[in-house]
């Protein structure tokens, strides 16, 4: 047995009134997500441990049956290995964001969806103003980028900026964490020096991105954001944890999914044209997951553009989005799989957390998931949606427990 996971970040939802109290899964045409749901067996599935954010580097990792508690440093570091920075013992690293502020407040965390060619021109400048021994600004992918503070404290409070939108960012500015303010941690820095280091960059970066820190005449302007920060992960590979994957690969256009792939020891397949928007290569991604299947044993195909719909608010790409996901991913993966003669392949189908459109952030809450493969025997659910699954046979799962059924075909 193959298996193939598609996951569609944060497609979950809430009802919404507009589409008659039903949520963008029940509303939008999704019949390779339903054949999926009609054909196998589904569920529920808590990916959140307790006492985490719903952030998407904490879900995906739980979904693949890691234990948080044990593995967990933050998003900076899976940016690292993403885009192939080796930590060393003394880095912090953090996730930057190049934001965009109005009149004071968050208005959005991806700077206007900038290009990547776009992002690392500014990731240079910042460098040129900015960077110094022991501060460096690492181009990733779009708004998406890493800095890294050598001999860094990670014990300090920083803000998601899209758990923040319409929020006054000086109030978000980081803190050092309670007890931890002047404990140097080791050879490191304290957190109090760190998160006043920070709090400096963030706001001498306006001047530097925005021509002396005056924004253009819509009044937007640009800001770093760093958040996510931890020290250098130690994890197993998904082949020391379970026997059935000798080889396995990630396609993701999303620097911290690709860098949980690489700890867990998968290839990591770039995809032309793989944005992580409503404008991703969605026949790329299909097909480079097909022939992932033909050599390799376990497939991570992640899709992000949902949850960038969903963070800003817009209901009709949301449903655009999931549209697309299931005619243009989800069916002809099914129907290529259904024609194969070799090894079957065990598919599921997955959000890792809602992003809700009336929300505009990730919350905590149980998302559905489906199981298919030739042979399995259906439960009777005939649709994927967060309604529908709640009457499913695997019942309510948490966090790890969802691979180990999978693993279990």
């Keep these: 047995m193959k298996y193939l996971i598609i996951l569609g970040d944060g497609m979950a ?15 939008a045409d999704t019949p390779g997500m339903d ?51 080796d930590m060393d013992g003394d880095d912090l690293a953090l996730r930057c964001n190049i934001i965009t502020l109005n009149n004071g407040v968050i208005k959005n965390h991806h700077g206007g969806h900038m290009t990547t060619a776009q992002g690392d021109a500014l990731i240079k400048r910042l460098n040129e103003e900015l960077g110094r021994d ?48 002047d404990v140097a941690d080791g050879r490191r820095m304290t957190a109090r020096e760190t998160a006043d280091l920070l ?29 996510g920060g931890g020290y250098r992960p130690a994890m197993k590979t998904l082949a020391e944890l379970y026997p059935q994957i000798k080889s396995g690969a990630v396609i993701s256009a999303v620097d911290l999914i690709k860098g949980i792939g690489r700890y867990a020891g998968l290839e990591v397949i770039n995809v032309e044209g793989a944005t992580g928007l409503a404008d991703t290569n969605y026949e790329g991604k299909t097909e480079a997951a097909i022939a992932a299947l033909k050599t390799s044993d376990f497939v991570f195909l992640h899709i992000e553009a949902s949850d960038e719909a969903g963070h800003d608010g817009d209901l009709e790409l949301k449903l655009k989005t999931i549209e697309n996901l ?23 189908l997955l959000p890792d957390h809602p992003t809700p459109v009336e929300v505009r952030t990730h919350v905590d809450e149980p998302v559905p998931f489906a199981i298919w493969h030739k042979g399995i025997t ?8 967060e309604v529908s699954c709640v009457s499913g046979s695997y019942g309510m799962l948490r966090l790890g427990e969802f691979m180990r059924e999978f693993m279990k075909a």
Excluded: M
């Excluded at 995906?60 to 044990?70: E, F, H, R, S, V």
């Excluded at 181009?139 to 998406?144: E, H, P, S, V």
């Excluded at 005619?327 to 599921?348: D, M, N, T």
């Design 35 to 85: 054949f999926i749901a009609r054909n196998g067996r589904t569920g529920r599935l808590a990916t959140i441990p307790e006492g985490f954010l719903p952030g998407s580097e904490v879900a995906n990792t739980a979904i693949l049956g890691y234990d948080l508690k044990k593995v967990y440093e933050g998003r900076g570091p899976l940016e690292a290995a993403s885009i192939g920075y």
């Design 326 to 348: 299931d005619k243009r991913v989800v069916s002809p993966i099914c129907e290529e799989l259904r024609s194969w003669k070799g090894e079957p392949v065990s598919v599921a």
């Design 134 to 181: 022991g501060v460096k600004f690492h181009t990733g992918t779009q708004y998406r980028h890493l800095l890294i503070i050598n001999r860094g404290n990670k014990h300090i409070t920083c803000a998601p900026p899209h758990d923040h939108p319409n929020e006054q960012w000086k109030e978000l500015l980081v803190k050092p964490e309670a007890g931890w303010e």
């Design 378 to 385: 259906p439960d009777g659910v005939q649709a994927f949606d």
């Design 199 to 227: 709090n400096d960059i963030i706001i001498k970066s306006q001047a530097v991105l925005n021509d002396g820190g005056q924004g253009g005449n819509d009044g937007n302007v640009l800001s770093v954001w760093p958040w």
């Design 13 to 27: 939802d809430h009802p919404i009134g507009r589409l008659g109290g039903k949520t963008p899964l029940q509303y």
